[in-house]
């Protein structure tokens, strides 16, 4: 089964703290991609991670992809209020054709 | 200039009622997809399309039919609406399936009373 799963789903944090989220995935990847989410709006495609070691950073984003351990993780550096969102990571399984993404991790900066 | 464009953003009809949302990308990507997210933010996979051919179903009632005219448009039209297909509905594009970043569209906000 093709599962996608996210920790924690909700996280509420004060400014200039730095904290993680964690993305699980079931089985062998092509690719994993973090998207963020404002609410009541689209998505916007944050980063690609492409290979085993990957790491992308974005002003206070960063991403890593660990392909043996089938874990993507995403430290946000010192928060800001801006930051408060919902994060989705999305895997494209091997031969599957769609992204499979986990549940969402809602974010929220406190002053 | 707008990549990937939805209407209507907002869609409240009653039960039994047949409606249809449209999505058109002007991103020259061959492939394009809809998405349901509940209210729970959960987001999964309803169709996908290439080139205007039927590449996913995802086990959808059958009450839901997509049509490609062209590569560049992709509409969902919804027969019978019941209370549970009230969501969120966002198409997507990407230059190639599965492998590439898919774009999101704006979203339509279906209520069905």
């Known amino acids: 089964e093709l599962k996608v799963e996210q920790n924690p789903l909700f996280l509420s944090m004060q400014e200039g703290k730095n904290y993680t989220i964690y993305c699980n995935y079931s089985?062998?990847?092509?690719?994993l991609y973090w998207y963020r989410q404002d609410p009541g709006k689209s998505l916007e495609s944050l980063f690609v991670?492409?290979?085993?070691?990957a790491v992308k950073q974005e002003g206070r984003l960063m991403a890593s992809l660990d392909t043996k351990a089938r874990l993507s993780t995403l430290h946000i550096t010192a928060a800001v209020h801006d930051l408060s969102a919902t994060y989705f990571c999305a895997v494209d399984f091997q031969g599957a054709q769609k992204l499979v993404f986990g549940q969402g991790t809602r974010l929220t900066i406190n002053p | 200039d707008t990549a990937v464009s939805q209407t209507p953003k907002y869609l409240v009809t009653q039960m039994g009622n047949d409606k249809s949302i449209k999505c058109e990308q002007n991103?020259?990507?061959?492939?394009m997809y809809w998405y349901k997210q509940d209210s729970k933010k959960f987001l999964k996979i309803m169709f996908s399309y290439n080139n205007k051919e039927l590449i996913i179903n995802e086990t959808v009632p059958n009450r839901f039919s997509p049509k490609s005219p062209d590569k560049a448009h992709l509409n969902l039209h919804i027969n019978s609406l019941e209370l549970g297909d009230s969501a969120v509905y966002f198409c997507?594009?990407?230059?190639?399936?599965?492998?590439?970043?898919?774009?999101f569209g704006p979203g339509t906000r279906l209520t069905v009373l």
């Open positions: 991103l020259g990507h061959d492939t």
């Open positions: 089985t062998t990847s092509d690719r």
């Open positions: 991670l492409l290979s085993n070691g």
């Open positions: 997507a594009s990407s230059h190639r399936g599965g492998s590439d970043t898919q774009y």
